[in-house]
């Protein structure tokens, strides 16, 4: 199975910024980032198709985060500015060999890291 490891999580005040790094055993199509916080269901936060690089985000967090992929260097990343309180959760990166659609299902996903923890204050 693709092994996938989070690192780059931590605290930081309401307005700042982090970059989370996830290194991946195998590429995979298609990869993205899911986020939980107490009490919420999980939630796709972002997407990235390989070849193409197309990429998605939900409306709470298009315009505040950036997916990439690096796939010589087997790493994908998640830019996240601006940070809210509301943005604090664990955030785990995932990924499937199979076509994903834009609108990301948890299900679709086969491959997941152990999750980092994100934590804003106000």
């Known amino acids: 199975q693709v092994q996938m490891v989070e690192s780059g999580g931590g605290s930081v005040q309401a307005g700042g910024s982090l970059r989370l790094s996830c290194a991946y055993s195998?590429?995979?199509?298609?990869m993205g980032w899911f986020r939980q916080a107490p009490g919420k269901e999980r939630e796709g936060v972002a997407l990235?198709?390989?070849?193409?690089?197309?990429?998605s985000y939900p409306d709470s967090a298009k315009g505040r985060f950036t997916i990439s992929r690096d796939d010589d260097n087997n790493v994908l990343y998640l830019q996240m500015n601006n940070l809210q309180p509301e943005d604090t959760a664990v955030y785990y990166c995932?990924?499937?060999?199979?076509?994903?659609?834009?609108?990301?299902?948890?299900?679709?996903?086969?491959?997941w890291g152990q999750g980092t923890q994100v934590t804003i204050s106000s």
């Open positions: 195998e590429y995979s199509y298609c």
């Open positions: 990235i198709r390989g070849g193409s690089g197309f990429s």
């Open positions: 995932a990924a499937t060999r199979k076509f994903c659609g834009e609108t990301m299902i948890e299900g679709d996903f086969t491959y």
